[in-house]
T-cell receptor, first 111, second 113 residues
Framework: DAGVTQSPTHLIKTRGQQVTLRCSPK?????VSWYQQALGQGPQFIFQ???????QRGNFPDRFSGHQFPNYSSELNVNALLLGDSALYLC??????????FGQGTRLTVV | AQSVTQLDSQVPVFEEAPVELRCNYS??????LFWYVQYPNQGLQLLLK??????LVKGINGFEAEFNKSQTSFHLRKPSVHISDTAEYFC???????????FGGGTRVLVKP
């Protein structure tokens, strides 16, 4: 079992650009959540996808959007990147309300 | 809404000494409680969780935590730490219904030889 896999592992983007991060959930999981972890802080919930729909959303602007595919994999898109979007982006998968398993994260640096 | 406060941002400790990491939470509804560990440049790994039942929860790597409802606390303990326990530790809560996790700010544990 490969667990939760995220790609890419590192990414450098310029202010104003757009970025797409990808997540493959653990085998058998149907729910994907995304978190942003700024340096020195705890993860903050961005949103959650289940059955290809956004089910919950945290306090993030509309520049943050996502998608879930029929195979349960997910993408996180961020438009009009700001320096403050630099962070580790974590994907977590679960079987609906069961325990969440986290991926290794994607380190996004905006310059 | 839920919130989590981790009272210590950093905890230095000598190898083989005990350690306690403090976590307090606030919620108007029943919650589940979790401790995660994050090693450098890695994701989060679940150490232990409290869902219901016995208030003393045992987890992986010799860690345990005690849920105290009256004090709204969920402190993490290990009787004897190893160098390999050097990491950041996060306390988290979620509502019993739903799976959005709310995390504390983290406690960095540095184990010294």
């Amino acid at each position: 079992d490969a667990g939760v896999t995220q790609s890419p592992t590192h990414l450098i983007k310029t202010r104003g650009q757009q970025v797409t991060l990808r997540c493959s959930p653990k085998s058998g999981h149907d729910t994907v959540s995304w978190y942003q972890q700024a340096l020195g802080q705890g993860p903050q919930f961005i949103f959650q996808y289940y059955e290809e729909e956004e089910r919950q959303r945290g306090n993030f602007p509309d520049r943050f959007s996502g998608h879930q595919f029929p195979n349960y994999s997910s993408e996180l898109n961020v438009n009009a990147l700001l320096l403050g979007d630099s962070a580790l982006y974590l994907c977590a998968s679960s079987l609906w309300e069961a325990e969440a398993f986290f991926g290794q994260g994607t380190r996004l640096t905006v310059v | 809404a839920q919130s989590v406060t981790q009272l210590d941002s950093q905890v230095p400790v000598f190898e083989e000494a005990p350690v306690e990491l403090r976590c307090n939470y606030s919620s108007s509804v029943s919650v589940y409680l979790f401790w995660y560990v994050q090693y450098p440049n890695q994701g989060l790994q679940l150490l232990l969780k409290y869902l219901s039942g016995s208030t003393l929860v045992k987890g992986i790597n010799g860690f345990e935590a005690e849920f105290n409802k009256s004090q709204t606390s969920f402190h993490l303990r290990k009787p004897s730490v190893h160098i390999s326990d050097t990491a950041e530790y996060f306390c988290a809560v979620r509502k019993a219904a739903g799976n959005k996790l709310t995390f504390g700010g983290g406690t960095r544990v540095l184990v010294k030889p």
